[in-house]
């Protein structure tokens, strides 16, 4: 009995010293929670017990709420400590600005190293440096107006498709949630602009690379939002690092083999490697590029994987949320089916800088209302250095889509408007999806 306290205090010895480094983290963290403004925090835990028993949904709506108060006290940040963690949220366009334009806070934070087992190296997870300018360099010319042309026949090919999916909804008019058909259309959009290849998950949607990608990426918000899973053996006792295992193979696999096979097939003449960028897909330009000559395989390979990963998801997102204001907007439906013009618009929520938050309003965007207005505030695809090469991307696909939507059918809501809130995952999913019924015209 009389050696049990020496030998436990000898083993929390041990302990200190295995996890000085970690333990020195997080004693810094919670030094800095103290000095900045945001909700009371617990010792060493911080603000960890707010968030353990929301779900995404209810987070979104806390964050927003305590954002809201921090502002009406007249902050410009705000921030939510977790263990060894700090989140720290800009309050307004003018502090984002002040963020976004540094040339020196370039780096991502540790969430995004659960995708490096995917993305490796690629140019959204590399750290400021030689090696992500090089690469940012030769990916961002893809997105050229002239390289967008030609990618609106596969967004035209893609949504006329969906289109047909969906008549199937018209005729019957049952209801139908429409962010998995979306999500499916996107998907096949990105495999065919960055690839040039047709996945057809639209017809497939049990394919295994389909499945691996949406597994995937379930399983890092997953991974993100429950603390205990970010202890590596907890994570691998429960299963989840065969789970994750077992997508990332699929997937390298898939885009291995497309790569290789799309080599050769330059390599043997079947490619034109001289035909003008124009034609060409974001792989066979990373292929056929003197600017990759020095490139591995792997890097070509993780460069595509981020297209799929950051290209699809972020604008079938985007354009849902959009079907759902619109089918609650009747007016505003119409009026843009009449005029179908170039609008677009995301949900932001400061209050200061757009009144009722929620309501969806694009006049909000016309030149008029924008004076006045910081360009920081409205910054969906973030800014800066680090902002996103695919928007001009995203936003043509966006319009063909909505194109085609609004075209052939009128978008009647099927539940009230707050009834499907947005739920923090990497892009803010639809807590019950997008339940609409469609109307043929
Ligand atoms: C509505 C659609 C989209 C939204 C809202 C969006 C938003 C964003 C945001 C906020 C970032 C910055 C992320 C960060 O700071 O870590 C980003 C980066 C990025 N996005 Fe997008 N994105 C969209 C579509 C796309 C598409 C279609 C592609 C490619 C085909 C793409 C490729 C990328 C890449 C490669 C980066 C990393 C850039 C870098 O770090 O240099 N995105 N995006």
């Avoid at 991974?223 to 077992?246: C, R, V």
């Avoid at 973030?382 to 928007?391: D, E, I, K, P, T």
């Avoid at 001009?392 to 499907?420: C, D, G, R, W």
């Avoid at 947005?422 to 015209?441: D, H, M, T």
């Amino acid at each position: 009995m009389a050696l049990i306290i020496p030998i436990l205090f000898t083993l929390f010895l041990l302990f200190i010293i295995q996890n000085y480094k970690r333990i020195s983290w997080i004693l810094k963290v919670c030094d800095y929670g103290k000095r900045l403004p945001g909700p009371p925090i617990q010792p060493i835990l911080g603000n960890t017990n707010t968030f353990v028993d929301k779900d995404g949904v209810q987070m979104i709506e806390y964050i927003v709420k305590t954002a809201n108060e921090f502002r009406e006290k007249g902050e410009k940040i705000m921030r939510f400590q977790l263990i060894g963690k700090m989140l720290v949220l800009p309050l307004d366009g003018e502090t984002a600005q002040s963020i976004l334009q540094s040339t020196t806070e370039l780096d991502k934070g540790d969430d995004y190293g659960f995708a490096r087992a995917w993305l490796g190296r690629s140019v959204l997870l590399e750290g400021y440096g030689e090696r992500w300018k090089s690469h940012r360099r030769l990916v961002t010319p893809t997105f050229h107006f002239a390289k967008l042309e030609g990618y609106l026949e596969v967004f035209n090919r893609e949504t006329k498709i969906m289109m047909e999916i969906l008549d199937e909804f018209a005729k019957s008019g049952e209801t139908v949630d429409l962010f998995p058909y979306i999500k499916r259309c996107t998907l096949d959009v990105i495999c065919g602009t960055a690839m040039g290849i047709n996945v057809d998950s639209q017809h497939n949607p049990s394919d295994p690379y389909v499945k691996a990608v949406e597994g995937f990426n379930k399983l890092s918000v997953t991974h993100a939002m429950k603390p205990h899973l970010q202890n590596d053996f907890i994570f691998w006792i429960l299963g989840y690092q065969k789970q994750k295992d077992d997508f990332v193979r699929t997937m390298k696999q898939f885009t291995g083999k497309v790569t290789a096979e799309r080599r050769a097939a330059i390599e043997s003449g079947e490619v034109d490697q001289h035909s003008s960028k124009r034609d060409m897909n974001f792989l066979d330009i990373l292929l056929c590029s003197k600017e990759t000559s020095n490139w591995s395989e792997e890097d070509i390979r993780e460069e595509v994987d981020t297209f799929m990963f950051a290209g699809h998801d972020t604008t079938a997102t985007s354009f849902s949320w959009m079907c759902w204001n619109m089918a609650h907007n009747p007016n505003i439906q119409e009026k843009v089916y009449e005029e179908l013009i170039d609008i677009f618009a995301v949900f932001h929520s400061n209050p200061n800088v757009f009144p009722n938050p929620e309501k969806f309003d694009p006049d909000r965007f016309l030149p008029e209302k924008m004076d006045g207005r910081n360009a920081y505030d409205y910054i969906p695809f973030s800014a800066g250095l680090r902002n996103c090469v695919g928007q001009k991307f995203s936003q043509l696909n966006e319009k063909v889509l909505l194109i085609h939507m609004l075209k052939n059918y009128k978008i009647e809501p099927k539940l009230a408007f707050s009834k499907t809130r947005p739920s923090l995952e990497i892009v803010s999913k639809p807590s019950n999806g997008i339940p609409v019924r469609l109307i043929r015209r």
